[in-house]
Nanobody, 123 residues
């Protein structure tokens, strides 16, 4: 059952930008940590960015640091991922998740998930 709703994915050329959004019910949005994961065919689901919802502290994977920004709008119960300077290796299904830990996030620790939104970066 879908618990979170992602949007904003699509196809873009190398160097382009996309902004992903994730809407969450209040009881899920109140989780201490929310995060973005991505998964490419044949690869494991990996953490991209995470945010502590009460204080705003953030975590980023080394591969996206300096290019991606995670943020939140508490009034709208919405999580965002701004992706700039996109590369072909960023191509994957992106998922919004909640209920895990923010430091080096691991998929198995998160209890709530969205259905995913596809991001494709072409050369």
């Amino acid at each position: 059952q879908v618990q979170l709703v992602e949007s904003g994915g699509g196809s873009v050329q190398v160097g382009g930008s996309l902004r992903l959004s994730c809407g969450a019910p209040g009881y899920i949005y109140r989780s201490y940590c929310m995060a973005w994961f991505r998964q490419a065919p044949g690869k494991e689901r990996e953490g991209v960015a995470a945010i502590y919802t009460f204080g705003g502290s953030t975590y980023y994977a080394d591969s996206v640091k300096g290019r991606f920004t995670i943020s939140q709008d508490n009034a709208k119960n919405t999580l965002y991922l701004q992706m700039n300077s996109l590369k072909p290796e960023d191509t994957a299904m992106y998922y919004c998740a909640a209920g895990g830990h923010c430091y080096t996030p691991v998929a198995s620790d998160f209890a709530y998930w969205g259905q995913g939104t596809q991001v494709t970066v072409s050369s």
